[in-house]
């Protein structure tokens, strides 16, 4: 008998039944065709200046930082704002990032996954979620997933439009815009805020495997004045 | 590892007395408590959640067979290799062939409580392949030695001078003068350290908090990065879980992670929670080449079909630990082996047995304050008494506590006698024949710390009947 | 409900019935003058708790029948501990749940069944308390009576109408003092460091006087503060609002 079969048929002897009849998986397999959300909290919800706020305040209440632009042309004068000590950036080869006017903010940019020595990396989300102030970052050509983890400090640039409620959008965004059934990438990452480990004495402290510092750039019209009267 | 947890009460005598883990877990006392509460202060619909997040893992158990063979099936669709082993020592193997056949000299690990259980550090080396520890809590105890004693932050025990100490002793090549004094800087040195290993690792190894059966997904949830530093990098992922974590679909999983992190470390989620499914792409620019799943039984089917059965729906997320007054009393280690706390007394009896593990489920006073903060409801009082009914049956505990115990029992239904030894107790303790009472064997734990409580030398039954009379 | 008074059913405990008869006393004199008829059925001895934690299920099951006729015939039973009020109202239905004789006289009983400080603040709203006592108290919530039957208001709302009394809070209110039946025996150095830790934060509150609603606990506490010499009062809380404090504290 295959691992396999042992350990099916020790899990059907011990609920005391055989397989599942046809109707039985027939029930279980369309609660997988069709998933459906289950309680959404309250602080998934709001119109687009709310979600907005809300996501500005929990990411950086993860202790990362968010400054608001109008259009991504800003993108590299943000960067350089923000990290003015940096000379050279990796970024991820996505056409909002690629062209954009790095040597005019004063840094060498370079396309492509991240090395070991890469001290800032630059990522564009796939989405974000208002309710916890989380990224999704998802693996492909255009997205390196170490990008996310290898360089010191990390700058992710999100549009306002793919700023979600709940994690819950985001799977049926992901599930509309494939076009096959395996609609998942190799990897999606839900990040919020810089690493950060309490395994020391159990006080918390930030930047041990993963990037130290994370900066968040969010991208729309008419954002900085919306987040600056909303506080 | 060999389980010490026979020897629960030696091991306790030895927490209590070790003054560095006292102040360890002095430090951590109030603090779970505090960050749960300030957790679910975020999430006013908490406990509607908490319900649902119960309801999805208990309908999972009942379909456990159905769900892993979906599961395992899109894992192979999406180029995966699943490996179903009923023991530990299949897994073992299963993971040693992997490695073998990837070439592998060096293997990073992040945080599994599986490969603990099947203690797959110590088989790897036996064949010449070295494992690393990139948790920092999971390396430090490398270095020392030990095994982890919680299951979210393993070197609870150690203090920062300690963890100075041991990266001295093992980092070698640095400077010897080189400050180690504050967090900082020992941080950024396991930082440097480690990003090394991570490089040049030819496998790397990670658990799973969940398995999505929709997507053949698995997941983890972090806050260092280095579980994604170690799946991402080396050619072969290998994710070690075991087959009652199966979740139906991403929003089921999304539900549990609303309670996971809120429940031990007050965040909404954790800095990283990464799904992983398959191998990289055929365009993607890194990821591994290779995703293997192991999944291990190892005893679990067969609890499915006790009344310990509850205990398979943990999420791992180490609340019960956190606010358990054993636990912090003694730490983790004191239990003897992989899991403690709650979560270890409910399950451990169940992997290894009940004479390898009964104290564990007798070490409580029931008060419940586990079930009361497990995001997933577990009955945990009801399953510790589950198992001592089973070691009551098999003999245990025998003699005096046994006798002692019948006699109770014997007499409690038996109101006349009863009330005739209860008169002639209450006179003798009247009488200070206490302190002689209080040697018989089994009572002396009492007065090694309290004092006997002096009696008014009669019943309340017997008062109120003179009462009655005099009327 | 019979005749004009509720006849309530005292289960005093074997703990009460051994160790401090007046907390049984000072329970039938708030029942009265919460306008019950009291009896204290003379065949009671245990309610199987010691039986039931330690997994002696059939020697629990013997008890519980026991017990279960012994109440058959009352309105209400009542019991001045959380643990053995909540024995009787969740464990016995789970005990007998199988035996189709008893299950629903199990149930039966359970529904009936009251801890007396949640009884006599829910059910029958006593309000006649003349106790004045100008003290400030710290209050052990046992963890049965906490978790089992949500009590922990029902006895502040009592106290609240003793003339004079503060409540002081104790820094980890919810946490066990570490009785446990058999567990502080068996396993008597966690139960030490249990009970030392309650000791502390009674200390630590200030409080000269420490009630309770389980005698169990309260022995605890009361046998770990004298062995180190701290002169708190401890009483059982239905021995302060029967204003029954005659006999030194526990």
Redesign the interface.
């Known amino acids: 008998m295959s691992g396999r079969e042992q350990i099916l048929a020790r899990i059907r002897d011990a609920l005391g039944r055989g397989p599942l009849d046809a109707a039985g998986a027939a029930t279980l397999a369309a609660r997988l065709q069709a998933p459906s959300a289950n309680r959404l909290p309250a602080a998934s919800r709001g119109d687009r200046a709310t979600l907005l706020r809300r996501f500005a305040a929990k990411v950086r209440r993860a202790e990362a930082t968010l400054v608001p632009l109008e259009t991504l042309a800003e993108v590299p004068q943000a960067v350089a704002q923000r990290f003015p000590q940096a000379d050279a950036v990796r970024v991820a080869p996505h056409p909002d990032l690629a062209s954009l006017a790095w040597p005019a903010a004063g840094l060498a940019a370079s396309l492509g996954p991240a090395r070991a020595d890469d001290r800032l990396g630059v990522s564009r989300a796939y989405a974000a979620v208002a309710e916890s102030g989380t990224l999704v970052l998802c693996s492909g050509p255009a997205s390196p997933t170490t990008l996310n983890f290898l360089p010191d400090c990390h700058v992710v640039v999100v549009h306002a439009a793919d700023v979600a409620g709940a994690y819950e959008a985001v799977w049926a965004r992901l599930r509309e815009q494939a076009d096959s059934a395996a609609f998942l990438p190799r990897t999606v990452n839900w990040i919020t805020g810089p690493s950060r480990t309490a395994d020391i004495e159990q006080t918390l402290y930030l930047g041990i495997h993963g990037p130290r510092q994370l900066h968040v750039l969010l991208v729309g019209t008419g954002l900085v004045e919306l987040l600056e009267e909303g506080g | 590892m060999d389980p010490t947890s026979h020897a629960f009460?030696a091991n306790?005598?030895r927490a209590?007395a070790d003054r560095s883990l006292q102040e360890?877990l002095a430090?951590?006392a109030?603090?779970f408590p505090k960050k749960r509460l300030e957790g679910i202060a975020?999430?006013?619909?908490f406990e509607?959640?908490r319900d649902?997040a119960t309801a999805?893992r208990e309908h999972v158990l009942?379909?456990?067979?159905?769900?892993?063979?979906?599961f395992?099936a899109q894992v192979e669709?999406?180029g995966g290799t699943v490996?179903?082993?009923?023991d530990a020592a299949?897994a073992r193997a299963a993971v040693l062939n992997i490695c073998q056949q990837a070439g592998a000299r060096s293997v990073t690990k992040g945080k599994s409580m599986i490969g603990e259980e099947i203690a797959i550090n110590d088989h790897l080396e036996a064949h010449g392949i070295t494992p690393v520890e990139?948790?920092?809590?999971e390396y430090?105890i490398q270095l020392r030695g030990e095994a982890p004693s919680h299951i979210v932050?393993?070197?609870?025990h150690v203090?920062?001078p300690q963890?100075a100490a041991a990266f001295r002793e093992h980092h070698l090549g640095l400077p010897r003068e080189r400050p180690l004094e504050t967090?900082?800087e020992?941080?950024d040195e396991?930082?440097a350290v480690?990003?090394d290993r991570?490089?040049a690792a030819d496998v790397g190894i990670t658990g799973a908090n969940m398995l999505v059966?929709?997507?053949g997904?698995t997941l983890i949830v972090t806050?260092?990065?280095?579980g994604?530093?170690t799946q991402?990098?080396p050619r072969v992922h290998v994710v070690l879980a075991s087959?009652e974590k199966v979740v139906?679909?991403?929003?089921?999983a999304?539900?549990l992670?609303?309670v996971l992190a809120r429940s031990i470390?007050g965040?909404?989620?954790?800095?990283?929670?990464?799904?992983?499914?398959?191998?990289?792409?055929a365009?993607?620019?890194?990821?591994p080449e290779a995703f293997h799943v192991v999944?291990l039984?190892n005893g679990r089917?067969?609890?499915?079909?006790?009344p310990a059965r509850a205990i398979l729906r943990c999420i791992r997320c180490g609340a019960c630990l956190g606010h358990c007054?054993?636990y912090g009393?003694?730490g983790g280690h004191a239990y003897g082996w992989v899991y403690s706390g709650p979560m270890g007394a409910a399950l451990t009896p169940g992997l290894l047995g009940l004479p390898e593990a009964q104290h564990l489920a007798?070490?409580?006073?029931?008060?419940?304050?586990c079930?009361?903060v497990c995001p997933v409801r577990i009955p945990i009082p009801a399953i510790l008494?589950?198992?001592?009914?089973?070691?009551?049956t098999q003999g245990w505990?025998g003699g005096l506590?046994r006798l002692g115990?019948?006699a109770?029992?014997w007499?409690?239904?038996?109101?006349r006698a009863?009330r005739r030894v209860?008169a002639l107790?209450?006179r003798l303790?009247r009488r200070g024949a206490g302190p002689a009472l209080a040697r018989l064997p089994?009572?002396?734990?009492?007065s090694?710390?309290?004092?006997?409580?002096?009696?008014?030398g009669?019943?309340?039954?017997a008062?109120?009947?003179a009462r009655r009379h005099d009327r | 409900m019979s005749g004009a008074l509720p006849h309530v059913g005292l289960l005093v405990t074997c703990l009460v019935d051994l160790f401090r008869p007046s907390v049984g006393f000072a329970s039938v004199r708030l029942l009265e003058r919460a306008g019950c008829r009291v009896t204290v059925p003379p065949q009671q001895t245990c309610c199987g708790q010691p039986a039931f934690s330690q997994g002696a299920d059939d020697a629990a099951r013997a008890i519980a029948r026991q017990v279960i006729e012994t109440f058959a015939d009352f309105d209400y039973v009542v019991l001045p501990s959380g643990s053995c009020a909540a024995t009787l109202r969740r464990h016995y239905p789970e005990l007998l749940a199988d035996d189709p004789a008893w299950a629903a006289r199990a149930r039966q009983l359970a529904e009936r069944t009251y801890e007396l400080t949640s009884f006599l603040d829910e059910i029958v709203q006593l309000t006649d308390i003349t106790t004045v006592r100008d003290a400030e108290f710290a209050y052990h919530d046992s963890c049965s009576g906490l978790r089992e039957l949500g009590i922990r208001a029902q006895p502040r709302r009592l106290l609240e109408l003793v003339d004079g009394l503060r409540e002081v809070p104790l820094a980890n209110p919810e946490g066990c003092c570490g009785f446990g039946g058999a567990f502080c025996v068996k396993y008597a150095s966690i139960a030490s460091r249990m009970a030392a830790d309650k000791a502390d934060q009674v200390d630590g509150s200030g409080a000269g006087l420490l009630l309770g609603g389980d005698l169990g606990c309260l022995l605890n506490l009361a046998g770990t503060l004298r062995r180190r010499g701290q002169p708190t009062e401890v009483r059982h809380v239905a021995e302060l609002l029967a204003d029954l404090t005659d006999l030194p504290g526990i």
């Open positions: 009460p306790v005598e209590l360890a430090r951590t109030a603090g975020t999430l006013p619909e509607l959640v649902q999805i009942d379909h456990l067979d159905w769900y892993l063979e979906r395992a669709a999406a490996h179903w082993c009923a299949a990139t948790d920092l809590g430090i932050a393993p070197a609870l203090s920062r963890v967090p900082r020992l941080l396991a930082r480690l990003r991570f490089l059966a929709e997507t997904s806050n260092e990065g280095n994604d530093l991402t990098l087959i139906p679909t991403l929003e089921d999304s539900t992670l609303r470390t965040q909404e989620q954790t800095a990283y929670t990464t799904f992983s499914t398959g191998p990289r792409r365009d993607d620019p890194d990821g999944l039984d089917s067969r609890l499915l079909g006790t007054p054993v009393a003694v007798h070490a409580s006073t029931l008060c419940g304050r079930e009361a008494r589950y198992w001592r009914g089973q070691s009551w505990p506590p115990l019948r109770w029992a007499l409690a239904r038996r109101p009863y209860t107790t209450a303790l089994g009572l002396a734990g009492w090694a710390t309290r004092d006997l409580p002096v009696s008014e009669s019943t309340f039954l008062q109120w009947q």
